[in-house]
């Protein structure tokens, strides 16, 4: 399962399960994501921007997404602990 984010994009990554294999498509700061692999994603979701914010710098959007997902993996866990492919506990 893939996806990505836009702006333009209703959804929230809080929405879309991400506690499986995913692929994060990440496009160009400001003109996002090209019209062909927007197509093949199965998912897209806007990320929370306040102020006059145009567009998140590419590095901010996957840190952001990555946190979704570890967040995701880690509360589907028995007991708070992290499932298969999320950090270990420190």
Same mark, same amino acid.
């Given at each position: ?17 991400? @506690? ?7 496009? #160009?700061? $400001?003109?996002? &994501?090209?019209?062909?692999? !927007? =197509? ?11 102020? @006059? ?7 901010? #959007?996957? $840190?952001?997404? &990555?946190?979704?997902?570890? !967040? =995701? ?18």
């Amino acid at each position: 399962m893939g996806g990505g984010a836009d702006a333009k994009e209703r959804g929230w990554p809080h929405e879309v399960d991400l @506690t499986g294999g995913i692929v994060l498509a990440l496009g #160009a700061e $400001g003109t996002g &994501l090209r019209h062909l692999t !927007r =197509q093949t994603c199965d998912w897209m979701v806007r990320l929370p921007q306040l102020g @006059t914010v145009e567009s998140l710098n590419v590095s901010v #959007a996957a $840190g952001m997404l &990555l946190y979704e997902t570890v !967040r =995701q993996r880690m509360a589907g866990s028995a007991g708070g602990r992290p499932t298969k492919g999320s950090p270990p506990d420190r």
